[in-house]
Each structure stands twice: as C-alpha cells, then as structure tokens.
C-alpha cells in the first residue's frame, strides 16, 4: 500500500509517495536525495541518522517515514547558510571533532537538541547525552571539546 | 595564520562532512541501478544440497539470482601473504559458496532486484539445504584430534611460522634467577568503521570497461587483485574508486567477494549493481581482528635484567585466508617482541589455524597491539614478582639512545629512538608520584584504585619492496604521488594514500604549501580514483605519511628541482646559484628573485624559457620505497577506579607520550592518538566477538550485544610529543594512526590488575571477570 | 521489513475498532522496539495503527496520591516532568536512564511496558511502585500485569492507556545497564510507601519478578544492611555474553542495598 507523506524538510513543503514500511531515513536519502544523514547500524545504537523532528533529535532510521506526515524535518544539510557554518559546524571544525565524518551528521544534530535544552553543558552532561552517537575514529575526546565550544559560541 | 608543517591547521575535507556533503559509496545512485543482497549461510559448517532460487526468481522486481554455479570459472578471492614465501595451507575462496558453506555469513546466492527491499524479500524465497557439519570455533578444537576438516587439507593448520633464535633463547632461561609466565587471550575484535561496506558495480558496453566503486583503503590494490587474480580484466579496463570513506581500522584494506560479485553481476545484468551492508551483516562479513591464544616467558636476572623472551602463539585465521591475514600474527608481530627493550634472545612460534569462523585480517595495529600487550604484561607481572618498582624495571632495559639504529634479535633495525625522556615525562604528566595518595583516597570511597604503564615500539611505514618480498608479500609496498602545478601557480597533488578519516587533504597541503611557499588554499590532494592517480598502494599500517607524504616530498623536489632551471633561465644566472625558499628563487647574494607562481607561468606560457633543454610543464611524479620501516615509540599511563561490588572499571585518566618523529598537524595527530587509545579501551574492557562453541553462530553480531565505546566510557586524554626524527625520510616522519590501539590495552589491564591486586584478568576485563577475579582472590 | 499497512487512529476507541478488523495488527506507539522488531523481520504484522494522533493518550497528571502517566508519555517527558521529579523522582531518575536521548524523545511507556522486554526499566518501576495499568477496557494491578518474557496479561487487541504509579513515601531505582544496548542486565527498584515496601527487579529473570524476603527485611529495617546478605537464587535468571546468572543474583542485592541507600 503506498501512502503520501506531506512534511516540510528543511523548511520547505515536500510530498512523497511511500510504503508504509518505508523508513524516514529512506526517504530523506534515497527519495530526496538528502545524503548527509547516514545509517550506520540497524539496532538504532549509532545514531549517524539523528535528524530534528519537531524540535527533538530522532533517530530517523527508526521512524517510519508515515509517521512524519505533517511534521517538520531538519537535516544536516539545514544547518549553513550561504556557505556560512552554523556554529556548532564551525565548533566542531575548530576542535577536530571529525574524522571520516560518517557519524559527524548525526552527532552535529544530536549535539544541537542537547544544546537548545541545556545551554551550557557539563563535559559529563555532553558525554552522557551523546549516549545515542557512536563514533569509532575521534575517541569522543574531540567531539566534546567541540560541543562545549559550540554552545558557548551559540551562548554569544 | 600558519599553515605550514606543524601548524594546527582546521582541516580542508570538513566543510563537505559537516554541511552533509560528503559522497561515500552508498550515497552514489547511478543511473539505472539495481540492488543486490546477498543470501549468507545461517550456518557454520555445512555441505550444500541445493541452493533453489526458482520462487526468488519469480518476487515482484527480480532481475536476477545468482549462485556459485553461475561463477564457476570466476576466480576465488586471493590471498596476498604468505610467510617466507611458505609452505603455507591455501584454500580457495570462491565469490559465492560452492558445494559448502563454512562460517556465518559465508555467501551462498545473490539477489539483485530493482530495490533493495525487493531484493531483500526475493532472498527470503532462496531455500538452502543445508547437510550440516559439527563446526569448530576455537582453535583448540580445530586442531583437536578427529577434528571436522574445514577446508579439503589434512587439518585446519594454515602454517607454522618461527622467528628468532631458539637455542639462544634456551640458554637464556637456562641461566635466568626468574622466570614469569602469562597464558593469555588477545580477544577477537569487529573493526565497526561507522560506515558500513558498500559497492556498486557497472560495466559499459561501449567502452568495454568496468567501474567499481567500493568502500576501501586502497583502489589500486582492489583493482589489482579483483582484475588479475580473479575477474581477469586488465588494469585499463577496470576503474575502481574509493570516494569519502566512512573510516576503516584495517577492515576496509581486504578485497572481498562482495566487490567481485557486484562488479561481475553488473555486466550479467547490464546495468550497475549495488549492494550496502546492514550492520549486522558486517558483523558477519567484515574481517575480524586479533584473536590469539598466547603462552609468554620472560626470562630475567634478580634485578630484573631481561635476559629472553620465549612466545608460543595460535592465531585464528577464520575460516578463509584474507587479503593479508596470515601477515598479521607473523611479521607484523613477531618482528616487534623486544618491545623497548634489549632482551637479547628471543624465539616467537606462530600457529596459523582455521576455524568455522569469519575470516581475520588487519584492525587497528594490526600484530603490533598483540605484540605490545604481551610484553608490557609480562614486563608488568615481572616487576611486579621481583618487587621492582614497574617503571623501573622499564627504565633498566630501555634501548639506550646511543645504541640506534639498533639490530633486534627479531629481524628489524630500529632506527632511532630516545626512550627514557618518554616514560619520564608520562610519569610526570601522570603524576606517578602522587598515586599512593590517590590510592588511599580512593579506598576512603570504596573504590580501588589502580595505575598501568605501557611503553611500546612499533613498526609503521611499510615496507621496503625488497623486504616484503623476502618475507612473503605479493606486492610492492612503495608509495606513488604526481604533484601537478597549474599554470598559476595552484597545485593538485595526486596521491596513493586514500584517507578514510586521517585528513590527508590538509596533512599533505601543508607539505605542499610549506615546501612551495604557496597559499594552503592553493593547494587540493585528489585520491581514491584509480583513473586519476598513478598508482597507490593505500592507507594501512600507519603509512600514509611516512610513505606517501615522503613520494609527494619527492615529487616536490622534482618540481623545485625544476623549477630552479626555469628560474635560472628567467634570472640569467647559473642553475647552482639559485635558492628557493617562501615560495621565491632568488639568485643567491642578490636582490634578483622570481616568484613560484610566475616560474609556473612560464613553464606553462614558455616565451622565454629554455625549450631546447627543458620540457614546458611542471608536474613531476614521483614512487617512493622507503628504506626501512619508521619505528614510533611512546608510554601510555592509565589511571583505573575499580566497583569492588559490581567489578566496574571506570577510566579516571589517561596521560600519554608518543614520539612520532616530526609532527606535521598536532591537531590531527592529536585526534588519531585519541581515536586509537579508544579502540584499546573497547578491546580491554568492552568489544568481544563471540562465537557459540557448538553452533558457531554469532553471539555478538550486533550494536546492541558487541559493546563499542561510547563517550561515557572515556575520559579526555592529555597527550603530549616527543621528537626524534626518522632518519631514512625525507619529511622525518613516523606515522601516529595507530599508536593508541597498541599501547591501551597493556596500559588498562596493568591499571586494573594493579587495582584489584590479581596477576592477570583476560581481554575484555567486563565487570564479571573482575568481580570473579576478586572473588578468587578473596578465596584464596 | 515486510510491507504492512499503515493506519492512524484518532482515538482510542478508533485504534482499538481498527485493530479488531484487521488480521493481525500492531499498534504503534514509540516505535523504538516495534520499528527494529518490523526491520529484522522478526514480525510481520498486516497492519500497523499509529496511536500518535491520540491526545487522550498523552499527559502527567497527579491526583489522589498517584501520579498518572498516559500510554503515549515519551520517557524523556517522564524525565523532564517537574511533577513526576516532585512526586517520584524515582520515577523521573528511571526514565532518565533508558536507552539514549533519541530513544527517550519516541519511546513511551505504554510501549515498553506492553512490550514486556524482560530488560526494560519500566517493569521495575510497574512493580516497585505497586502501579496500576489502565486498558481500553479495564485496570490491571501492576502485579499481575508481566506474566513471562515479552507477554503480559492483555488480550489481544488490548491497548494500554495509562500507568498510576502511587506516590511512595520513598524509592529508588538502581541500574545496572547492559555496556552495548543500555538496557538493564539488572535493575531494582525499592520503595516504602501506603501498600508497604517493595523491591522489584528487572533484567535479571524472564520477566520483572519481586523479592519477597527483601521487602520483608526492610519493612522492618529499612536499610541497605537488610539486604545486604539476602541474595535471590542464581537457577533460572538470565545468561547472556555480558553476565552469567551468578553474577546477576549478586548484582541484585548490590543494587538492591544501592537503592535502599539512594532512597535514605
């Protein structure tokens, strides 16, 4: 049975036809074409496809893509604008918190809900929320160096 | 801002990974693909009856199903190693199984279909008979007595290596005061790149050649092994390109029938095949590492002079030989045991083994983490047996600074070194003086606390060709780069490196930059594209640098070699008065001076320029062979607080010093030293890749059973360098990939046996195995 | 994931109606185990009916003594309630533990609870507290509702709509995670409250189970000392890669005595 799906992606209206089994993730990837978001594992552990759906941090790779009918999606790809780095891009540039830049996606979006709930984190507050990112080249140690900057640049 | 060697510089390759636009494999579509998934044994051990794909065939979307049957004629995926050359057991390994299966995961059909669900379904619908065989997980009973034969051999023996002098060896123990023994396990680990493999394979019709794109370390490699060895099409009819590659820790270095069976499929069915892996097929089918079973005796006099060292080894080898597995517990172990150490004799004897397990190849370190722990374990246990303080016992053995290069009684030449400013100064940053405070603070709270050392040496750079050879490589190990100045001045530098994570675009650059006094920006490095580079033998073993960064160092002086005629020229003055630095020839003595970017001009628009003996042009190539391997050493302190109740170990901290020759990025240097101390931590404490004894299936076979760290079990680290420079390249370079990954798990299973007071506790200490430790201990 | 087809309900009545005229449905609620469960293949229900769109479902309120959390509460609401934090902050402490952050934004309570993994958090918490479990149909005390592992006393086509925990005097829940998957090798939650003390564990056995001789010790004693040498028999709990029975009979008292000191 297919289905349509009515969600703004990156703030635009978009509409797609899908299976009902049709992952969000897939949608995002293989339908629009948006492929910074990442599918690392299929246990919902890595966390390489968080995206923003209505203002939370989601794994996208286990939610059905019916399920965002009528939700707003943000991506990677939402974050610059005219080729200008969020601040959590830059933060994480200015740390090294990359490095193949596979899990870099969804730790950037992961790290942006931590950020909008708690302004000022801990380094144990950004390591225990990074609970849901997994990352196998920085050791971490660079990815929360990087949060820490990136919310006190978001701060200023 | 400084771009040069040594400076920080923010890397150029971030922009596209942080905005989304990175293009790994499985972010390609091209046009007209179909999708494929491979049907994979659900059993270990089994002759196959029939593999029936009649109701796959018939699934909505199918556009084929193929079987081993349908590949007869296609080669097996070779091995490129074998010890001395051998005798060494070498079983084919056909693309898809034929007459047998012999692990989980081992690849039985293939399904390609016009989506990946549809494939997937259609895979259902392939029934096996399976007659199923008893399987053997460990190497113990692969080699038991009646034993299944996995392969049609005698037994499940791959080879029997040796290295060293034995008769020396046993006169050492003959004369030792003390002799300290250890049994141990180095624990099998999944390298769980984030990135799962991907391929897609295409062949076009009108140009009669074939395109893979793959998840690897090295195209060049693939594209030789895949065309000569087993599709049989020549080099300039197969392209292969890596594009961003998702990281690799050694498992993305093997050629895997995957990349076969798409490539091969994609001309069956006349448009591009793709395949990506889920997770917990790369569990199955990504080459494991490590898994060996060790005997260690470290002979010693009463003051803890090391007098011989005497190894016993059986290294799993899964149940095929990989690209470079039987490498692996051989050369790239055995030639590292005397460590930092003089120890004068040493023998080391390595069992090769089958098993009805997935095949083992490189993971981060790759011989040297195995090496490095045992030594460092049994350093540790003996201090500790003499009542020698651990750093101590260390320090009495160090190879002194004036002995390099030094001859080890294991073949390989250190080349230079300076050991004791290491240890000291990771003491200090440790503040080892202040522990039995620490200690005493701890135990007010309940918690044992516990400190471990690990000093190590590795051997990175691989390799002189001519060694390889001798040792039983099957290629070359050099390095190639082109160094293409454009008429303005910008270069693209060319390279056989293929980074998956390492930021060779900027590490490079700033060679580039800093040797031409160009503008970093002026500057970008292409890789991963067989059609574009040279050749290239790829990213492992801590190379990248030392090799390929030394062939663009050559080909920069080929380009400033030339360049200084063209200046000549312009400057009418003698070649041999010409200097060149910050990016200017300058007639030496003088004021007269001609710019890079004007001599790239000229070699591009020759008006005035000395035809007649000078090509127009500048872009000079260069194969680098290096002349040695570069021998890395550090001391890596761990600082360990162990739950008596629960047997958890919580890391408190982490100070290391490296010694990696020159430092070309401190800032990537520092995030490869971070990311390779956090796979020793997984392999001593959580990453296990367990087999069920009787049905060899996968007991960790995915995210939520096989335990990678995660940022709340690290702390942050305080890393430091020292500098003596390698002194057979041209950049003074070590390599710095996979530092971490050797010296952790020596440094944590010190700390924790130090905390809870017991001789040894196996890889991963999980909080079970330290509780029952101290529950033994406490019995005793 | 084999092809299912998707419904949204509007209301409880809607979802339990629709799911009585389908084959075989499931219902859908945070999805963090259905989804994995559907990816794997491990079920293949005909249809899937989204209870997303069903306020009724959704929402803390606390009365006569109870905190009342609705079926489709996500546990990082749980989290963040200031009156679950006030009420039962053991409560607030356990939903805070579970999975990872993302899990936490879709996972809800009437999800893990009707899904019964016997290494889920929320068990502990249904039998700590003594809560009860409201259904389209009836209420269910929280001690009858696990009956093994992955099954619970709902009938086919029953829907949870809400959990009452009763406000203890004091609780404390203590977890033991799994390093890989975060879930509970053994997790236990004490509390004293109106219906007397109860110690519940989760992870350890195939479903959540209590421990009679601990709640009797620390009726009278409550105190991490009383339990400090009662040990649940090891026969029958759960083996896996990560710890053997053994090991989990003993990090039942461990925790248990953790919980007891946490609730003072």
Request: aromatic share 6%; with cysteine; proline share 5%.
């Amino acid at each position: 049975m297919t289905l349509t799906v009515n969600m703004t992606l990156n703030g635009e209206s978009v509409s797609a036809q899908v299976e009902g089994r049709t992952l969000l993730v897939q949608l995002i990837r293989d339908h629009f074409r948006l492929t910074g978001t990442h599918v690392g594992c299929d246990t919902s552990q890595c966390g390489a496809c968080v995206v923003d759906m209505n203002g939370r941090s989601v794994k996208s790779c286990t939610v059905l893509a019916a399920q965002a009918d009528g939700a707003q999606v943000n991506t990677i790809e939402s974050l610059a604008e005219n080729g200008e780095l969020h601040p959590m891009q830059q933060a994480f540039k200015d740390n090294h918190g990359l490095q193949c830049g596979f899990c870099t996606p969804g730790m950037v979006m992961s790290a942006l809900d931590l950020v909008a709930n708690n302004p000022d984190p801990s380094e144990a507050e950004i390591r225990d929320w990074l609970e849901g990112n997994l990352c196998r080249c920085t050791g971490y140690h660079n990815i929360v160096k990087a949060i820490a900057a990136g919310a006190q640049a978001m701060r200023s | 801002m400084d771009t040069g060697i040594g400076a920080a510089v923010a890397r150029k390759e971030d922009f596209r990974f942080l905005t989304g636009q990175g293009n790994y494999t499985d972010d390609i579509a091209r046009p007209g693909q179909a999708h494929a998934v491979f049907v994979r044994s659900d059993v270990a051990h089994a002759n196959l009856n029939s593999v029936d794909c009649e109701a796959a065939r018939a699934m909505p979307g199918v556009v084929a199903v193929f079987t081993g049957d349908d590949l007869e004629g296609v080669g097996g995926v070779p091995c490129g190693f074998a010890p001395d050359g051998g005798p060494m057991n070498e079983p084919p390994r056909p693309v898809l199984a034929q007459g047998k299966v012999r692990f989980v995961g081992d690849m039985v059909a293939m399904v390609v279909a016009e989506t990946a669900q549809q494939a997937r379904d259609a895979a259902e619908a392939v029934v096996v008979d399976y007659d199923e065989l008893p399987a053997v997980v460990s190497m113990e009973a692969a080699l038991a007595e009646g034993a299944p034969a996995i392969h049609d051999l005698e037994d499940n023996s791959c080879f029997s290596w040796g290295i060293g002098d034995a008769e020396a060896t046993g006169a050492a123990f003959a004369k030792a005061d003390h002799v300290t023994t250890l049994e141990l396990v180095n624990n099998r680990k999944c390298p769980n790149a984030i990135e799962p493999r991907a391929a897609i394979g295409e062949y076009d019709t009108a140009r009669d050649s074939y395109t893979l794109y793959t998840t690897s370390q090295n195209p060049h490699v693939i594209r030789l092994l895949m065309g000569a060895f087993v599709l049989g099409i020549p080099e300039h009819k197969l392209r292969v390109v890596s594009p961003d590659v998702g990281g690799g820790f050694g498992s993305k270095i093997p050629h895997y029938p995957e990349e076969v069976a798409v490539t091969w499929a994609g001309k069956q069915v006349g448009r591009p095949v793709k395949w990506t892996a889920e997770r917990s097929e790369s569990f199955l089918s990504d080459t494991h590492g490590r898994d060996h079973v060790t005997r260690v005796e470290l002979a010693c006099t009463s003051e803890g002079g090391f007098l011989g060292l005497r190894v016993h080894t059986r290294a799993n080898m899964g149940a095929y030989l990989s690209t470079f597995a039987p490498l692996i517990p051989t050369y790239l172990y055995g030639t590292l045991l005397a460590g930092l150490y003089t120890t004068p004799a040493i023998r080391c004897e390595v069992d090769g083994v089958f098993t009805n397990t997935a095949p083992v190849d490189a993971e981060r370190g790759a011989g040297r983490p195995e090496a490095t722990y045992l030594i460092e374990r049994v350093v540790e246990m003996a201090a500790r047996e003499l009542g020698i303080d651990p750093v101590e016992i260390r320090r009495r053995n160090f190879v002194s600074p004036d002995a390099f290069p030094y001859q080890t009684p294991v073949i390989v030449q250190y080349d230079s070194g300076n050991y004791e400013p290491i240890v000291d100064r990771a003491a200090e940053l440790a503040d080892y003086a202040g522990f039995a405070q620490r200690r005493e603070e701890a135990a007010s709270r309940g918690r044992l606390r516990g400190i471990g050392f690990a000093g190590y040496v590795e051997a990175c750079g691989m390799a002189p060709s001519n060694v390889a050879g001798i040792i039983g490589a099957r290629a070359g190990l050099f390095e190639a780069a082109q160094v293409r100045v454009h008429p303005t001045g910008s270069v693209s530098v060319y390279t056989g490196s293929h980074s998956h994570g390492q930021g060779h675009e900027t590490t490079f650059a700033q060679i580039v930059a800093d040797r031409l006094g160009i503008p970093f920006e002026n500057v970008d490095v292409v890789h991963g594209d067989t059609d574009q580079i040279p050749f290239g033998m790829g990213t492992y073993g801590s190379r990248s640098l030392a090799v390929g960064g030394s062939a663009i160092a050559k080909a920069l002086d080929k380009i400033v070699a030339k360049g200084r005629k063209i200046a000549a020229h312009a400057l009418e003055a003698g070649e041999a008065d010409i200097d060149f630095e910050s990016g200017e020839f300058r007639v030496r003595g003088t004021d007269k001076s001609v710019g890079f970017g004007d001599v790239a001009l000229s070699a591009y628009v020759p008006h005035n320029y000395p035809l007649e003996e000078l090509e127009p042009g500048l872009d000079e190539g260069a194969f680098y062979d290096p002349a040695n391997f570069t021998f890395p050493a550090g001391c890596h302190i761990c600082e360990v607080e162990v739950d008596p109740e629960t047997g958890t170990t919580r890391i408190v901290n982490w100070n290391a010093v490296d010694d990696f020759g020159r430092v070309i990025n401190p800032m990537i240097v520092e995030g490869q030293v971070h990311g390779g101390i956090a796979h020793g931590v997984g392999q001593a404490l959580l990453e296990d890749c367990a087999y069920d004894e009787e049905s060899g299936q996968l007991l960790s076979g995915s995210l939520t059973d096989y335990c990678i760290p995660r940022a709340d079990d690290l702390p942050s680290f305080v890393i430091e360098t020292t500098e003596t420079l390698c002194p057979h390249n041209p950049l003074g370079v070590k390599g710095c990939g996979e530092a971490g990954a050797i010296a952790a798990p020596a440094a944590l299973i010190n700390a924790i046996t130090d905390a809870i007071g017991v001789a040894h506790v196996d890889m991963p200490a999980t909080p079970e195995k330290v509780w029952a430790a101290l529950q033994s201990a406490q019995g005793e | 994931m084999y092809e299912f087809n998707y419904r949204r309900a509007s209301s409880v009545f809607d979802a339990v109606a629709s799911s009585a005229k389908c084959d075989d449905a499931s219902y859908l609620a945070g999805g963090m185990t259905l989804i994995p469960v559907l990816k794997f293949r491990l079920a293949g229900p005909s249809d899937v009916i989204d209870l997303a769109d069903i306020g009724e479902l959704r929402g803390i309120r606390t009365d006569d003594g109870a905190v009342t959390v609705g079926a489709m509460t996500t546990h990082a609401a749980v989290a963040a309630s200031a009156e679950v934090r006030q009420a039962i902050p053991a409560l607030a402490d356990l939903a805070e533990s579970i999975g990872d952050p993302q899990v936490r934004n879709r996972g809800t309570i009437g999800g893990s609870i009707a899904n019964a993994d016997p290494a889920a958090d929320y068990p502990a918490a249904v039998l700590g507290l003594g809560a009860t479990v409201h259904t389209n149909s009836r209420t269910i005390a929280g001690d009858d509702f696990f009956t093994g592992m992955f099954e619970t006393a709902l009938e086919p086509g029953e829907l949870v709509t809400a959990v009452s925990f009763p406000v203890p005097e004091r609780a404390a829940y203590m977890k033991f995670p799994n390093p890989a998957s975060r879930y509970a090798i053994v997790g236990v939650m004490v509390s004293r409250g109106g219906s007397g003390v109860r110690v519940a564990v989760t992870g350890a056995g195939g479903s959540a189970f209590r421990v009679p001789e601990m709640e009797q010790a620390l009726a009278s004693n409550f105190a991490p000392e009383a339990v400090a040498d009662i040990s649940v028999p090891a026969d029958g709990l759960n083996e896996d890669l990560h710890a053997s029975a053994e090991y989990r009979a003993h990090l039942v008292t461990v925790m248990a005595k953790r919980a007891v000191a946490a609730a003072g």
